[in-house]
């Protein structure tokens, strides 16, 4: 059809044609609807850490592989679930500092620009520990121990520059971390031995001076034990006597399903807040796996060899296990949730079972499966009763 205006000719769409495009369109658009509904599902999709807001942030710990993006899925489950992030190894003095006066900072990099690209809350790990330290930190060209002159040069020379170069932007550090044995007595780690006690306050010292608005955290395993909660009150108490700063006490929530004690991990959740300072769990895992001797520690330290019944779910858990880890989660979860007033970050040490430090310690080659994620980065039933409970 065709119609004069105003002497143009204006050519009308065939209304035939129109008619048959119809259903298309009503397709297109039906799809298109349907997407949009799907994706406002998605957004609105349960989540930790939207369920724990103005609780406490939810963190985990990020291995090398995930700093550098070889494990997308993990890292999705990072942005997904957790506000908060830690670097398992990379800021360890081994591997930041592993020749006097050289540093490594790639990962830490890295590791930093991913929690500022996702706006999280940074936590620096660990600057001073007996453990994964460089072997040069503590001796001379002669393979002697150093005065107690250098070893505390070389410390100022280290916190110094690995937080002065994440000033304003790492948020808080574990200053120290397993200082004190379980009895309550000073660890005789070659800081002790070398300086004494009171490298503890020299740790304090230093990184505060390099970076005073960030927070300064003691870290140490075993917090249940009464012994050790009385050294570590006793060791905070001496700090702020002196007037040296320390803002939070980080408790390793490295736990067992075999005698789990949660009376006494409150108690110590209770008696670290009664000192005016901040509580995390700071390096959670359950484990289901039989633990090799008496006394149940996480001392990185300690190896036993491989025994086929040491290893009991290599061919994955029973349904009952998994029941009973999950209560056993739940509870743990609900503890921290009672005293949220208290805790201001609970971190699990890795995302998922399959790159957890538990499969290899004290045991390696172990399957064990202690953290929220299963090894197909899904969560287990316990992360929804998480999120249930948080509601409340």
């Not at 001796?139 to 020379?157: A, F, K, P, T």
């Not at 002196?242 to 009376?263: E, V």
């Not at 000192?275 to 149940?296: A, N, R, S, Y």
């Not at 890795?350 to 080659?365: A, E, L, M």
Request: hydrophobic content about 40%; aromatic content about 10%.
């Amino acid at each position: 059809m065709i119609l004069p205006v105003e002497n143009e000719i204006i050519k009308l769409p065939d209304m035939k044609r129109i008619i048959n495009l119809l259903p298309v369109f009503i397709l297109t658009l039906m799809i298109y609807m349907m997407s949009s509904c799907a994706i406002n599902v998605a957004e609105k999709e349960d989540t930790l850490k939207d369920a724990l807001e103005g609780k406490f942030y939810m963190g985990a710990a990020l291995s090398d592989h995930q700093i550098m993006g070889r494990d997308s899925l993990s890292i999705e489950l990072v942005k997904k679930h957790f506000n908060s992030i830690v670097a398992e190894n990379c800021m360890k003095s081994e591997r930041i500092h592993p020749v006097e006066g050289q540093f490594r900072y790639e990962l830490p990099d890295l590791f930093v620009e991913f929690g500022e690209q996702n706006n999280m809350h940074i936590v620096g790990h660990t600057l001073i520990w007996h453990s994964q330290a460089p072997k040069w930190f503590f001796v001379d060209e002669n393979g002697q121990d150093v005065s107690r002159e250098v070893l505390i040069e070389r410390m100022r020379y280290h916190i110094s520059n690995v937080v002065g170069r994440y000033k304003g932007r790492v948020h808080g550090w574990d200053v120290v971390n397993e200082a004190i044995e379980g009895d309550g007595s000073w660890r005789k780690s070659k800081f002790y031995e070398i300086i004494g006690e009171d490298f503890v306050d020299l740790a304090f010292q230093f990184a505060s001076e390099a970076d005073p608005d960030a927070e300064l955290y003691y870290n140490d395993y075993g917090m249940a034990s009464p012994g050790r909660r009385q050294g570590v009150v006793n060791m905070v108490k001496n700090l702020q006597g002196k007037g040296i700063k320390i803002d939070g006490i980080g408790m390793q929530g490295h736990l067992n399903l075999d005698g789990l004690n949660l009376d006494e991990f409150e108690k110590s959740i209770v008696a670290f807040s009664e000192l005016g300072v901040k509580v995390m769990i700071t390096e959670f895992d359950l484990t289901i796996l039989p633990f090799p001797g008496q006394d149940v520690t996480a001392d990185v330290g300690l190896k036993a060899e491989y025994e086929a019944r040491m290893n009991p779910y290599a061919d994955g858990f029973t349904d009952e296990i998994l029941a009973e880890w999950n209560q056993a989660c739940a509870d743990i979860f609900r503890v921290f949730l009672k005293h949220q007033d208290k805790i201001t970050r609970v971190t699990t040490w890795g995302v998922t079972d399959n790159h957890s430090w538990k499969n290899n310690w004290p045991i390696r080659g172990r399957t064990d499966y202690p953290l929220l994620f299963d090894r197909d980065y899904q969560p287990k039933p316990v992360v929804q009763t998480i999120i249930e409970e948080a509601k409340r």
